[in-house]
C-alpha cells in the first residue's frame, strides 16, 4: 500500500546519495596530508602506483574510509531504532548515553588490561557492547514505570544524565592515568576515528552484516511502535519484547561503531530525521537512505576535519558535533 | 452462546480500584455500548479487555481461553480496537496505515501480499476513504481521520471490533456518519461491536446492549428501554430525565433533564 511514486522517488534518492557518497570517497582518497594526486588514483589502485603511493592509499586512506563509512552507517541506524522504539526524534545513541557507556568500558579496559596488538582489536567491539549494555539497563529500569511500561520522554532524560555522568567519570579516569593513555582517551573522547586499519573493519563489519537485515526484518514492528502503544498492542506487538530486543540491537550497532571511532553523536540524530523528511516515516522506506546518509554524513566530515587544520585535524567527532548541535537545536526548537 | 466476557475484573493502580471485580458478558453479533459519567472507568474496562493495560485481578475470558495468556498476534486476529483518539500518524499515508492493521496476518519482512492489498482496498471501500488513499492522514479532516483508523482496524479482519468513543470531535452529521457504518458492519457483516459512547441518545439508537457504569460497578446492563429509564440514568448520572419515544426510531430517548442537586 505505498504509492509506486513514493517508491520511485526513493530509489531516486537512494542513486543520488550513492553518487554523492562515491565522489566524497573519491576526494576523500585525493587529498590529505601525504600527497596523491586524483590522476594516480586509478592507477594505484590497480597496482601501478608507486610504494608511497600505494601505502597512503591502502594503509592510510582507504581503511579508514571504509571504516568511517560503516560507524556511520550503524550509528544511523541505531538512532533510528532508538527513534523508533522512544517515539521521540530526539533520541541518538550520543545523546542518550549509550556511547559514554562504551567509552567508560573501552577506557576501564584501556588502563587496566595489558595490551596484546593482536586480540586486542576483535575485542573492543564486546567491551563497548558491554559497557553500552549495562548503561543502557539501568537507562532502561529507570525509565521502566511497573504500571505504565517504559516511558519513551524518560528514557531520553535519564540518558542524558547518564551521558553526563559517565563522560566525567570518563575524565576521573584520565586524571589517575598515565600520559599516554591519557592521549589515546582524550582523542577517544572528541571521536577521533582511532581504529583505521583493516584488522578495524573485520571486527566492525560482521556486527552491521548481522543487524542490518535483522532491522529491516522489524521495520514493520518499528512502524507500528512509532504509532502510539495502544495502537501497536491492538494489532498485536508484544511491545516490551519487541523494545527489548531492538534496544539491544541499537546499542551493539552504536556500540560497535564507536569502538572504533570514538564518542561521536549526532550522526544517529541527523541521519534518521533527514531521510524521514524524504520519504515519510515508512522504515522499510527510510532505513535504507539514513544509512547512506549517515555513512556519508560522517565520512563527509572526517574529511574536512582531516583536512583543515594540517597536520593532525579536527576529530570528526568535533566535525559532526559542529554539524550536529545547531541541529539538534532545530528540532528542539520546532517541537 | 456467548464468547466474550469478564469475571470480577479488578482494574486499578496500587490501592486505588478503578474497576472493582466487574463481570460482564459481550453478547456476539451484536453492538454493546459502555455508557457511565466521565471517571466512572469505562475506557479502563475497554483497554483492560483489549489486554492495553493489565488488570490486578479476575479475568477476561475470549473463547473459553484467559486473553491475558493468550498470544497478543493471534489475539489481534479476533478482536480490534481503535482506541480513543489516536496521535496522529505523522508523515503517512492512509494506505499505509490501513495496510498497519494487516500485521497479525503478515510473516517475515512483513510484504503485503495479494490478500492484503485486497482486503486494504475493501476497508477502504467501506469506509469512504478510498478516494483519500495517497494522502496525508495528517491532511485529512478530523472526520475522515476517524474513518480511516475505522479502516485500519476493520483491515485487521476481526470478528470483535471495541472502539473508545469513535465519535469525540465529529460533528453530528459525521457521528452518525461513523455510527450507521458500525451498523452497517454488524448488520450485514456480523460484526460484534463494542464502544464507550458519550451521548445517551446515540447509544439508544444504535445499540442491542447497554451497559450502564458508575465508580467502577455496572448499575444496569441490558437493552435499551431496560437502561434509558429515569431511575437508571438518575443513579448513574445523578440528572432528572425525561424519557420519550424518538418518533423516527422508536428507540427510547432523553428529552430533557435537569442536575439533581443536595441528596
Keep these: ?145 511497573r504500571k505504565v511500561g517504559l516511558q519513551p520522554v524518560r528514557l531520553v532524560l535519564v540518558g542524558v544524565g547518564f551521558s553526563m555522568a559517565l563522560s566525567g567519570l570518563m575524565i576521573v579516569l584520565i586524571s589517575s592515568a598515565e600520559r599516554q593513555k591519557v592521549d589515546f582517551i582524550a582523542k577517544w573522547i572528541a571521536g577521533n576515528i582511532w581504529g583505521a586499519d583493516w584488522p578495524f573493519i573485520l571486527a566492525l563489519l560482521p556486527w552491521l552484516i548481522v543487524l542490518i537485515p535483522f532491522t529491516f526484518y522489524k521495520a514493520n514492528k518499528l512502524n507500528l511502535l512509532g504509532l502510539s502503544e495502544p495502537v501497536a498492542v491492538g494489532v498485536g506487538v508484544s511491545i516490551e519484547k519487541e523494545r527489548i530486543v531492538l534496544l539491544l540491537a541499537a546499542v551493539a550497532l552504536a556500540a560497535s561503531a564507536v569502538s572504533v571511532t570514538g564518542g561521536i553523536a549526532f550522526i544517529g540524530l541527523m541521519a534518521p530525521h533527514i531521510a524521514k523528511s524524504l520519504v515519510g516515516p515508512r522504515h522499510q522506506l527510510f532505513l535504507p537512505v539514513a544509512i547512506l546518509i549517515g555513512g556519508w554524513l560522517l565520512l563527509f566530515a572526517d574529511t574536512i576535519g582531516r583536512n583543515v587544520v594540517e597536520p593532525n585535524g579536527i576529530p570528526a567527532g568535533v566535525m559532526v558535533s559542529l554539524l550536529g548541535a545547531p541541529y539538534f537545536m532545530y528540532l528542539l526548537l520546532k517541537k | 452462546m456467548v464468547r466474550l466476557y469478564t469475571d470480577d475484573l479488578s482494574i486499578g493502580y496500587g490501592e486505588r480500584l478503578i474497576v472493582n471485580e466487574l463481570s460482564v458478558q459481550i453478547p456476539d453479533q451484536k453492538i454493546t455500548t459502555i455508557i ?153 457483516e456480523k460484526r460484534t461491536i463494542v464502544m464507550v459512547l458519550h451521548d445517551l441518545n446515540q447509544a439508544a439508537r444504535f445499540a442491542d446492549y447497554i451497559v450502564a457504569l458508575k465508580a467502577g460497578q455496572i448499575v444496569k446492563a441490558g437493552n435499551c428501554e431496560e437502561v434509558i429509564t429515569q431511575e437508571v440514568l438518575q443513579d448513574v448520572f445523578n440528572i432528572n430525565a425525561e424519557i420519550g419515544t424518538d418518533p423516527r426510531t422508536n428507540k427510547p430517548m432523553c428529552i430533557t433533564y435537569n442536575l439533581l442537586r443536595g441528596e
Excluded at chain 1, 500500500?1 to 534518492?13: N, P
Excluded at chain 2, 472502539?163 to 454488524?186: C, I, R, S
Design chain 1, 1 to 145: 500500500m505505498i504509492q509506486t511514486e513514493l517508491i520511485r522517488k526513493q530509489r531516486i534518492i537512494l542513486v543520488i546519495l550513492f553518487v554523492l557518497l562515491l565522489a566524497t570517497v573519491i576526494i576523500s582518497a585525493g587529498v590529505g596530508y601525504s600527497t596523491l594526486s586524483f590522476d594516480r588514483l586509478i592507477p594505484t589502485l590497480l597496482g601501478n602506483g608507486t610504494f608511497k603511493e600505494e601505502f597512503v592509499l591502502f594503509s592510510v586512506r582507504l581503511p579508514r574510509i571504509i571504516i568511517t563509512i560503516l560507524a556511520g552507517m550503524a550509528l544511523a541506524l541505531s538512532g533510528a531504532i532508538l527513534q523508533g522504539i522512544t517515539r521521540n526524534d530526539l533520541a541518538d545513541p550520543g545523546i542518550i548515553g549509550i556511547n559514554s557507556g562504551a567509552g567508560v568500558a573501552i577506557s576501564l579496559f584501556f588502563l587496566y588490561f595489558p595490551i596484546q596488538p593482536g586480540s586486542f582489536v576483535y575485542l573492543l567491539p564486546f567491551v563497548a557492547f558491554i559497557g553500552a549494555l549495562l548503561t543502557a539497563f539501568f537507562i532502561y529500569i529507570m525509565a521502566y514505570n
Design chain 2, 36 to 188: 457511565g459519567p466521565n471517571g466512572c472507568g469505562k475506557s479502563t474496562l475497554l483497554k483492560a479487555i483489549t489486554r492495553i493495560i493489565s488488570h490486578q485481578s479476575g479475568s477476561v475470558i475470549l473463547d473459553g481461553q484467559n486473553v491475558a495468556k493468550e498470544n497478543t498476534k493471534q489475539l489481534a486476529k479476533k478482536m480490534a480496537i481503535l482506541p480513543q483518539t489516536p496521535e496522529s500518524a505523522s508523515g503517512l499515508t492512509v494506505g499505509e496505515l490501513v495496510s498497519y492493521g494487516r500485521f497479525p496476518y503478515q510473516t517475515g519482512f512483513g510484504r503485503l501480499t495479494k490478500k492484503d492489498y485486497e482486503v486494504v482496498e475493501w476497508a477502504l471501500e467501506v469506509t469512504g476513504t478510498k478516494d483519500f488513499k495517497y494522502h496525508p492522514v495528517a491532511a485529512l479532516s478530523g472526520g475522515q481521520r476517524q474513518r480511516v483508523w475505522i479502516a485500519m482496524a476493520l483491515a485487521q479482519e476481526t470478528e470483535i471490533i471495541f472502539l473508545d468513543e469513535p465519535t469525540t470531535y465529529l460533528d453530528m452529521a459525521h457521528q452518525l456518519e461513523v455510527l450507521e457504518l458500525l451498523q452497517k458492519l454488524n448488520r450485514e
